[in-house]
Nanobody, 121 residues
Framework: QVQLVESGGGLVQAGGSLRLSCVAS????????MGWFRQAPGKEREFVAN????????SVADSVQGRFFISRDDAANTVYLQMNSLKPEDTAVYYC??????????????WGQGTQVTVSS
């Protein structure tokens, strides 16, 4: 099973940007659909974005469309989430995920530990 470690979270003002990274180990991510999910306090974990093998296709939640962009570097075994024009409602713990089935937005079996993103107004 692939192990995932996220980084890049932090505190940012509304309108700012952050880039999250997810470094995988144990297995090459080239064989996996990779995704990002988030969970805000008191809410269920929700889909943010995912990316198909080789990065040929991506899917992004309506709430972040045009602001968040997912990418992958299979040579570096890393997935990224570029977050622009951040809003206070984007505040959540962001989780990296591996092993979904394209084009489903349901998560796969492998999760990272999460990284906190806080957007101040």
């Amino acid at each position: 099973q692939v192990q995932l470690v996220e980084s890049g979270g932090g505190l940012v003002q509304a309108g700012g940007s952050l880039r999250l990274s997810c470094v995988a180990s144990g297995r090459a991510i080239s064989g996996y659909i990779m995704g990002w999910f988030r969970q805000a306090p008191g809410k269920e974990r929700e889909f943010v974005a995912n990316i198909a093998w080789g990065g040929v296709s991506t899917s992004v939640a309506d709430s972040v469309q045009g602001r968040f962009f997912i990418s992958r570097d299979d040579a570096a075994n890393t997935v990224y989430l570029q977050m622009n024009s951040l809003k206070p409602e984007d505040t959540a713990v962001y989780y990296c995920n591996a092993g979904s089935v394209w084009p489903s937005r349901l998560p796969g079996k492998s999760w990272g530990q999460g990284t906190q993103v806080t957007v101040s107004s």
